[in-house]
């Protein structure tokens, strides 16, 4: 609309997120705690998708230097389903596939203390997501 106006075209905002945690909380202010576990991220290298809206992106920015996050495109969505998600029929968890066995990871972190800007694996890494999550799927 913006465009046929003459205006500035902006591109839309992603609204899906994946949220990765990747450091312990020792010594952590129950602040921080709690928002993690409003996430559901209670262990390490747990990961869940978010609805960006205003209060997740601030709960995002307080957890920051403890997770990983971005913006997963289509095919790193469809994969994680397929391979790591469940169903529940008659109170059974069932997986999605046949696949049972767990393949052994493929690669590790650089550097979780510092920031993904700064060469490290902590905060925003927008699309670069999605090359994450094939590495630890």
Known sequence: MARKAGNFYVPAEPKLAFVIRIRGINGVSPKVRK??????????FN??????????????????????????????????IYKRGYLKIKKQRIPMTDKSL?????????????????????????????RLIRRMN
């Open 35 to 44: 928002v993690l576990q409003l996430l559901r991220l209670r262990q390490i």
């Open 47 to 80: 990961g869940t998708f978010v609805k960006l809206n205003k209060a997740t992106i601030n709960m995002l920015r307080l957890v920051e230097p403890y997770i990983a996050w971005g913006y997963p495109n289509l095919k790193s969505v469809r994969q994680l």
């Open 102 to 130: 767990i393949e052994k990871p493929l690669g590790g972190l650089k550097k979780k203390t510092t920031h993904f800007v700064e060469g490290g694996d902590a905060g925003n890494r927008e699309d670069q997501i999605n």
